[in-house]
């Protein structure tokens, strides 16, 4: 399947918000959080980077 360049942009940028995000996790996740909570965190953070969803 061939993907059109504005779908590999568009990809590479979520690639990017998520990547982002991960490097941060120290920042808002912490020993004895409920793992729960870790993904609640991770969601917030993704979206208020710019994703449309984070599943």
């Known amino acids: 399947m061939m993907r059109s360049e504005a779908e590999i942009e568009k990809i590479a940028h979520?690639?990017?918000?998520?990547?982002?995000?991960f490097a941060q996790?120290?920042?808002f996740v912490h020993e004895g959080l409920p793992l729960e909570d870790v993904f609640r965190a991770f969601r917030r953070e993704g979206l208020a980077q710019g994703a449309d969803d984070v599943p």
């Open 14 to 21: 979520i690639c990017t918000i998520g990547s982002h995000v």
């Open 25 to 27: 996790m120290s920042e």
